[in-house]
């Protein structure tokens, strides 16, 4: 079975400066990786997802996260915050199958102006 | 395009009080999922229906029941409310379990 980690549990940042959301997974198999943000009071988004290919995916909105199999993480990053990115960020893994999709607990993202 | 729709959007419900939470969706989807979010536990799997006719426990099953009326709609029902049971639930829905999960926008329930 899979499990994930996130890091930290609360990252404040002030505005226009770059954030790093920490994820690690552990799984025997390999693995598809998501991200998802949650602003408040809605339910989650598909931020960005990485399935096979190019390890460094983008999502629409500047957040780019790298897969990086030797150390079992898939970390996302920004290089510049705005003040509409404060929300929850979960990471999650899958196995191949589908059978065990598993979401971390969530980093809770606030930029500060 | 409404993706997933849940009602209702929030309940007050007495311990021991019955009801139903109804979720659809319009984008197709294969399998379909029912989740509690609660704070500082992340999101955690009650019950999923990998396909049309089919349903399987999650992580926390005890309390509630299924039903995939048809590949639109899977509602979830709680026979008898407990306070424990007071949550923020998700329905979410993608074409299949590997694939990345559209969520609903979510029903705040408290029993009192």
């Known amino acids: 079975a899979q499990s994930v980690t996130q890091l930290d549990s609360q990252v404040p940042v002030f505005e226009e400066a770059p954030v790093e959301l920490r994820c690690n997974y552990s799984s025997s198999v390999s693995v598809y990786l998501f991200w998802y943000v949650q602003y408040p009071n809605q339910g989650l988004q598909l931020l960005l997802k990485?399935?096979?290919?190019?390890?460094l995916v983008e999502s629409i909105n500047g957040f780019e996260a790298e897969f990086n199999k030797s150390q079992t993480s898939f970390h996302l990053r920004k290089p510049s915050v705005h003040i509409s990115d404060t929300a929850e960020y979960f990471c999650a893994v899958s196995d191949r199958s589908g059978q065990n999709f598993v979401f971390g607990p969530g980093t809770r993202l606030s930029v500060l102006p | 395009n409404a993706g997933v729709t849940q009602t209702p959007k929030f309940q007050v419900l007495k311990t021991g009080q019955s009801m139903t939470l109804q979720c659809a969706q319009d984008?197709?989807?294969?399998?379909m999922y029912w989740y509690r979010q609660d704070p500082g536990m992340g999101l955690r799997l009650i019950y999923y229906?990998?396909?049309?006719?089919?349903?399987d426990k999650g992580e926390v099953p005890n309390g509630y029941n299924v039903s995939r009326l048809n590949k639109r709609e899977f509602s979830l029902r709680l026979e008898s409310a407990a306070p424990s049971q007071t949550s923020v639930y998700f329905c979410?829905?993608?074409?299949?379990?590997?694939?990345?999960?559209?969520f609903g926008s979510g029903t705040r329930l408290t029993v009192v």
């Open positions: 990485y399935l096979s290919g190019s390890t």
């Open positions: 979410a829905s993608s074409v299949q379990r590997n694939y990345g999960y559209t």
């Open positions: 229906s990998a396909s049309e006719g089919t349903t």
């Open positions: 984008m197709n989807h294969n399998s």
